[in-house]
């Protein structure tokens, strides 16, 4: 099976998406999904220039040749641009294989573990009172899981919170918006939020929390500590991780679980934090981390080491990649939980699929690949628009983490 012919296409049905599309000479072609976000263009550009001219004329049944061929072959390797750019290539070969064997993804990654993949979604307000109206509205909804997060007293805006409550997106602007920030505030307020949370639901919803890496060590120590009572499902991202060691100093003040990893791009960004069973869970996608075959490693070591996968499954990511996670779940043993941030009517339009919600839970569905695919017609009514994600700055002005 022959590689023919490969494009890039860039559409922005609400927000913006780059898909490879694959075809092949036995009339069969394969999608993968390259978006990442407020970079698009840089990931379409690698494809377009230095990736395509690679691809015409190899067997697309050679995916794990290929895979090395574009990680390998390039000398300078990791980074984002490139494993999403490696990533996409990676997965339109397994929709391609799938298609090709004439069955569901899943059969080919050894088949079913679990009738359903459990997901959360995201509740959040203005005020505490407001975020446990909208966990409310999910519970209501069917979820099982669910992410909360509240605005904090004293801050003008605060990261997981917006006035879209079920289509949040976080790059909102043609040039970058400033976001002001207090560590203090946030810590003060962030246990009383909890506390409400299990007084109106009780202990049987499982709350989930985002701190989105604004934390130094000790803090996220201190902060895992005062939600304890609370039994949370996970912690995230409660410092960045690029020192992995530093998480040493959180486990060993507090036992709230702790997730991370939705930017890392390989095995080597977790190496340590799975191997010193500092995380519980691996946060790590399909597109930002090489795709299928890679992410399966990381998944495949993690449980080595009882790790369990949480991908990171928000908006920027397209249904693509949504379905090829489900796919990998679906059959991956040690899998923990998967983030469901549903697409708008626009998005799900463009990029039809198999994947359906029910009862709390994703199911891929039995469509042959990865069961997505994209309307190409349909897409070009959306052309691509500028749009970056927001920085954070204390309130003496110093940037920190976004």
Request: aromatic content about 10%.
């Amino acid at each position: 099976m022959k590689i023919i012919a490969a494009r890039v296409i860039v559409t922005c049905p609400g927000r913006n998406f780059v898909t490879l599309k694959i075809e092949t000479d036995k009339g069969l072609h394969g999608l993968g999904d390259a978006t990442l976000n407020g970079r698009e263009l840089a990931v379409a550009s690698y494809l377009t220039d230095h990736i395509i001219p690679c691809l015409v004329g190899r067997d697309a049944h050679q995916i794990e040749d290929i895979w090395q061929f574009l990680y390998r072959g390039a000398y300078w390797r990791r980074g984002p641009v490139t494993m999403c750019a490696i990533g996409a290539v990676d997965t339109a070969l397994w929709d391609l294989k799938a298609k090709a064997a004439n069955m569901p993804l899943y059969q080919l990654l050894g088949g079913r573990s679990r009738s359903e993949v459990l997901v959360y979604g995201h509740a959040n307000g203005r005020d505490i009172e407001e975020t446990c109206d909208e966990v409310a509205r999910y519970q209501s909804l069917g979820y099982r899981a669910i992410r909360a997060q509240s605005g904090v007293p004293g801050l003008a805006s605060t990261y997981g919170v917006s006035a879209d409550k079920m289509y949040y997106e976080p790059a909102d602007a043609a040039l970058p918006t400033e976001n002001l920030w207090s560590t203090p505030k946030y810590l003060a307020h962030t246990p009383k939020l909890f506390e409400a949370l299990r007084v109106r639901f009780g202990a049987d919803l499982a709350l989930l929390h985002d701190v989105h890496h604004r934390l130094t060590p000790i803090e996220a120590a201190r902060l895992g500590k005062a939600l304890e009572p609370y039994a949370l499902f996970w912690m995230e991202d409660a410092t960045p991780a690029e020192n992995q060691a530093a998480f040493r100093l959180i486990r060993q003040h507090t036992v709230t679980p702790l997730a991370v990893g939705e930017v890392f791009n390989t095995i080597w960004d977790c190496k340590q934090l799975i191997e010193e069973q500092l995380v519980d869970f691996i946060r790590t996608t399909v597109v930002h981390a090489g795709g299928i075959t890679h992410l399966k490693r990381i998944a495949d070591f993690a449980a080595l080491s009882q790790v369990r996968t949480g991908c990171h499954g928000a908006t920027d990511l397209s249904p693509v990649c949504m379905g090829a996670s489900l796919h990998l779940a679906t059959a991956q043993p040690n899998f923990g939980i998967q983030e469901y941030m549903r697409h708008t009517p626009e998005t799900d339009e463009v990029f039809p699929h198999a994947y359906f919600f029910k009862d709390g839970a994703l199911h891929c569905g039995e469509r042959i690949g990865h069961g997505v695919d994209i309307d190409e017609k349909l897409a070009a009514k959306y052309p691509y628009k500028r749009a970056y994600l927001p920085v954070n700055r204390l309130e003496d002005g110093t940037l920190w983490n976004w």
